[in-house]
């Protein structure tokens, strides 16, 4: 069956009749910029053609309810509740299910971005094809379908990037994530055949075409089934350490550092903090120039900028993993065109770029790679560049 019908039958089952109507939106991939979005700096991601699905429909009451097919039980409460759960105080488990805390936290972060508090309530039923943990933002994709559906069913009219704000208010402070915006907004503008450039400073966007299918590239996923959580540990660890060096520099944020600062931060800073500094001022770069490279010269050009990322993201932020690695260098010595880990690390997907005819023997060599290390086999697909948020019935 797929997402949507997932979806929909889902809603019968909870509710016994139709929904309204059945809103979806895309995971994502970064191709490059890596974070940079909470240090204010630059990114470009673009939205995957696997989707979340929300089906809902408005309720006669001032109720909520939240059912997933990945979840036994739905979760309900009253609209007015909302504001009791979130925000959670700083680090703290969200008191509902964290899967339905993106859902219900993009309720409680639109009501309060709209013009008037939303008293009617709602069902909502959720299927995703998106793979969780793998790195491809399962999570944007959530708030984006939610937050799509609440903002046509309570007749907001809110625009995509505050929908995409709405999304990033739900992850970090009602699941308690500290991400930045990139997911939320790659998931809300994607358009087809094109990247999206985005200064998360202003949040400012420009669509960059990418020019793969033309050029007889695809972008090959490899998820390396090693899951990880930006609720805790490391993800927070590399937030904390750009603030600390940002601060030594003098700078609100790493945004206004670039590679002049560089020496100067040597001398201020420890090893370990500068060499996130580092990174992060190298790879807002490499996002400037990936886009310059794309214009100028085409997708095959990029391919050293996306290696030098891998290697920033491995050696100065050291949120690689050895399965990450490994995929990236089988990609490579098999002839990709470029390939680096993408998203916020510690295990997730690799990406790597590649001819079409080169497809099946770059995937066969990087399965038979994970096989002798020893490793779980590796799911290995290919994405394009797909469509942001829409009303699919
Ligand atoms: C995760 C976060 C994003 C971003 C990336 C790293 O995907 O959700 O906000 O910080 O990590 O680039």
């Known amino acids: ?25 895309p995971g994502r991939v970064n191709l490059i910029g890596e974070h940079t979005d909470y240090n204010e700096g630059f990114v470009l ?23 997933s097919t990945f979840a036994d039980e739905p979760v309900e409460v009253a609209l007015a509740d909302l504001g009791t759960l979130f925000p959670t105080p700083s680090g703290a488990e969200p008191g509902v299910p964290e899967w339905s805390a993106y859902a219900l936290g993009v309720a409680w972060a639109i009501g309060l971005a709209g013009a008037a508090a939303p008293s009617r309530g709602v069902d909502i039923a959720i299927a995703s094809d998106v793979p969780v943990g793998a790195g491809l933002s399962s999570s944007a994709a959530i708030e984006g379908a939610v937050a799509s559906a609440l903002d046509d069913l309570w007749d907001l009219g809110l625009d995509r990037v505050t929908l995409a704000q709405v999304g990033r208010r739900a992850e970090n402070e009602a699941v308690g994530a500290p991400t930045g915006i990139m997911d939320q ?79 100067r931060a040597a001398e201020l800073m420890d090893d ?47 949120i690689s993993v050895a399965e990450l690695d490994l995929a990236v260098e089988t990609a490579l010595a098999q002839g990709a065109v470029g390939a680096r880990m993408t998203g916020g690390g510690f295990g997730g997907a690799a990406i790597a770029l590649v001819e079409r005819e080169a497809v099946a023997q770059i995937a066969d060599a990087v399965t038979r790679a994970f096989a002798d290390a020893g490793f779980a086999a590796p799911h290995v697909f290919t994405v394009h560049p797909a469509d942001g948020p829409h009303r699919d019935a």
């Not at 069956?1 to 809103?23: H, Y």
């Not at 007889?216 to 930006?230: A, M, N, P, W």
Request: charged share 25%.
């Open 1 to 25: 069956m797929s997402a949507l019908d997932a979806a929909r039958t889902l809603f019968v089952e909870l509710t016994g009749s139709a929904p309204e109507g059945v809103w979806s939106a």
């Open 45 to 67: 991601p673009f939205a995957i053609p696997q989707r979340t699905f929300a089906a809902a429909g408005l309720r006669d009451d001032d109720r909520i309810r939240i059912a």
């Open 185 to 263: 907004m790659a998931s809300m503008l994607g358009r087809p055949d094109a990247a999206t450039f985005i200064d998360c400073r202003t949040l400012a966007t420009e669509s960059v075409p990418t020019g793969f299918t033309a050029e007889g590239l695809e972008v090959l996923i490899i998820d390396t089934q090693v899951k990880h959580s930006h609720s805790t540990g490391g993800y927070r660890e590399r937030r904390d350490a750009c603030e600390r060096g940002a601060a030594l520099l003098g700078f609100g944020s790493l945004r206004d550092a670039d590679a002049s600062d560089l020496a």
């Open 272 to 318: 370990v903090t500068f060499r996130r500094v580092r990174h992060v001022i190298t790879e807002n770069q490499r996002v400037l120039d990936t886009v310059r490279v794309l214009a100028a010269d085409g997708p095959r050009a990029i391919g050293e900028l996306l290696v030098a990322s891998h290697a920033s993201m491995r050696d100065d932020f050291e």
